[in-house]
């Protein structure tokens, strides 16, 4: 579909906050494990508390989809039927942290807990 799965995406680049299924979503921290970028987002409720965590592997998009309003270098985020493979739904940030750090090469000497604050 034109999206390039293995890449590290800048910061500056990472959607802050998106709208998507009536839930405002704001991004809390972003990782780059082996090779991805991940995005964790909080899901707001109504009053802008969060209520639900979102890990999120970006990609680019390769293409152009005009009708889609979709320029090439664009950050894809995972759409409903991809949970379980580009994206994950969690409720509280200790199970993020686990999440996370089972995508580290098994060699890597430090977790996320030490490295960076979800």
Known sequence: MGVTPMVLIKKELIPKTFYKNRYNYKLIDSFDINGFTYAVYGQLNKLGVVICHEIHKLRLYTKPYPKFKILVGQI???NNEEFG???WSVNDLDRVKAILNEFKVPSADTSLEETHEV
Do not use: D, I, Q, V
Request: glycine fraction near 0%; charged fraction near 35%; avoid cysteine.
């Open 76 to 78: 894809r985020l995972a």
């Open 85 to 87: 493979k580009w994206a």
